[in-house]
């Protein structure tokens, strides 16, 4: 073909649509908050990008679906911190008005008396404070959360040390508050001794009616009829079984779809959760990874955290914002079978995007448990519950539906999000050894690695999520470039 030809050819394959030719200039595997953050920016500095989503949708563990009378949120719900957050400045920047979540509390024990609200949250306020300033010591963060708790109530409140029944149903419940934060099992799980740090500002701003959905609309130009970005290629659908990566700078890296399809490119951003590159690092990559990020993924822990969501015909709570916390009396516990799931739940909250829904939440084993059992006795339970506690108060009619999230059983996500657990400590390089790119022979990145997990300071968050897509376009991105 004579240049001409070539340059008639590209113009109308533009027009018509048809795909790019290949080889990309990046393939970015997941479009996740990290791989969305990626494959966008780069896009945005006018690079060829292919990004292959496995499953139906965008967004992995932000999930927004209409129910009730608006939306909920089956996976990240909330912006956790305000300040130096690319998701709350993202928002922002395109007029969207976020709104805190400022919820009530109401607490009630198991045999349906109301407990004292202001004092389970006063002493929930402290210990979570406590949670987010880290121990100096190598310690489990129950442990160093019940020590300051102690210091701090023989201080204050020194009757209720004495009280045993208060204090075994209220560290019962603080157990279930942190692993709602941590997607633990127990919180004598999480290391005390962790780099974590929270952003500074509100902890619980919503999208509300919004859905966390928008975010993923405004990074790819879609939000309020946007163009889109016309040098990124989606495909859904399109689960990665292979990346084949090159020691000769001019070769391409080769990534195989399920359906035996080989898509080229000169490098590739792999984003997948840490629980399905655990299942999956053995026959993912060819030749297979270094033993450094074999350990790294190895060593680092993928925690559970799901909800269950009910709504109701209409709201039986009245008007207000409430979040319910359930406290768990030990002469009640005795009356249950031992293994009875309902007992590991200990809060209730309201979803921002919808009126008439609740949010259960679980965690850690009894989630995976969960996730497994009938849709009707989950509803039979879940009503059970809510009878236990609330029944005295209000009439708590059948629910008209229910979702679940699966986040364990999926096999494109293996659970929710990472926690540091008591053996970090002793791999201090193991979230950075995660995020090294792997090199050919003149020492360029040909294989990246964003996610969650590889956010030293911010894991288990989508702005940290986010983060590190921003960070591995960047790496790719010649210094000057202003995106
Ligand atoms: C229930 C729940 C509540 C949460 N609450 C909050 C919250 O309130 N605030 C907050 O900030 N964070 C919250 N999080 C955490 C937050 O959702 C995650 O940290 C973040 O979304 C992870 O983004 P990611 O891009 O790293 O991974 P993911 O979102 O998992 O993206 C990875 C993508 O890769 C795809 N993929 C996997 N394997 C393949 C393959 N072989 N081929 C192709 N594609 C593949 C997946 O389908 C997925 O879309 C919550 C998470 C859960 C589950
Ligand atoms: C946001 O609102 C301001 C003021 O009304 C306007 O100037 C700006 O263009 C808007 N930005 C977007 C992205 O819509
Ligand atoms: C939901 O309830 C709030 C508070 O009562 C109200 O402001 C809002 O308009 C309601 N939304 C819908 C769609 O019913």
Request: hydrophobic content about 35%; overall charge negative; aromatic content about 10%.
């Amino acid at each position: 073909m004579g240049l001409e030809v070539v340059i008639l050819f590209v113009a109308l394959s533009y027009v018509l649509g048809s795909p790019t030719p290949q080889p990309y200039d990046t393939i970015v595997i997941g479009l996740g908050s990290a791989g969305t953050t990626a494959a966008s920016t780069l896009a945005r500095a006018g690079k060829r990008v292919l990004a292959l989503e496995a499953q139906d949708r965008i967004g992995g563990r932000v999930n927004t679906v209409p129910f009730g009378d608006g939306l909920v949120e089956v996976g990240a719900e909330w912006i956790h911190g305000t300040q130096h957050s690319r998701v709350y400045d993202l928002a922002i920047a395109n007029n969207v008005t976020l709104m805190s979540q400022d919820s009530e509390f109401e607490a009630y024990r198991s045999d349906g008396t109301t407990s004292d609200a202001q004092l389970v949250k006063e002493l929930m306020m402290y210990c979570l404070e406590v949670a987010d300033t880290p121990s100096e010591e190598q310690e489990a963060l129950g442990h160093y959360i019940t020590r300051k708790l102690n210091v701090y109530l023989q201080e204050k409140h020194p009757k209720i040390l004495e009280n045993q029944d208060f204090m075994d149903s209220f560290l019962k419940f603080m157990n279930f508050i942190i692993n709602s934060y941590e997607a633990t099992n127990d919180w004598n799980d999480v290391s005390a001794y962790t780099k974590y740090e929270s952003l500074e500002g509100n902890q619980h701003m919503s999208w509300h009616r919004y859905g966390y959905k928008t975010f993923f609309d405004i990074l790819l130009d879609k939000y309020n009829n946007g163009p889109g970005l016309p040098t990124l290629e989606i495909k859904l659908n399109t689960e990665v079984t292979k990346v084949t990566w090159p020691q000769d700078p001019k070769e391409n890296v080769i990534v195989t779809t399920k359906d035996g399809t080989t898509y080229t490119a000169n490098n590739v951003i792999v984003t997948i959760s840490l629980g399905v590159l655990k299942e999956r690092y053995t026959t993912l990559f060819s030749p297979e990874l270094p033993q450094k990020k074999i350990t790294a993924i190895d060593k680092l822990t993928m925690g559970v955290l799901d909800k269950i969501i009910v709504s109701f015909e209409k709201r039986w709570w009245g008007d207000a914002l409430l979040d319910f916390f359930l406290l768990w009396r030990p002469e009640d516990l005795k009356d249950l079978p031992k293994d009875d799931w309902i007992t590991k739940i200990g809060g209730i909250s309201m979803p921002m995007g919808s009126n008439n829904t609740l949010t259960l939440w679980l965690n850690g084993d009894v989630a995976k448990l969960v996730e497994t059992l009938p849709e009707e006795d989950v509803k039979s339970k879940v009503v059970e519950l809510l009878r236990r506690f609330m029944g005295h108060k209000y009439t708590i009619p059948e629910p008209t539906g229910m979702i679940r999230s699966t986040w364990f059983t999926n096999p494109f996500t293996r659970g929710s999000y990472t926690y540091d657990n008591l053996d970090v400590p002793n791999h201090p390089t193991a979230r950075s050894d995660l995020e090294a790119p792997l090199l050919d022979s003149a020492m360029k990145p040909r294989v990246l690695f964003a996610g969650e997990a590889t956010n030293e300071k911010h894991f288990g968050t989508v702005h940290g999520a986010s983060e590190t897509g921003y960070r591995e376009a960047m790496r790719l991105l010649p210094n000057d470039s202003n995106v």
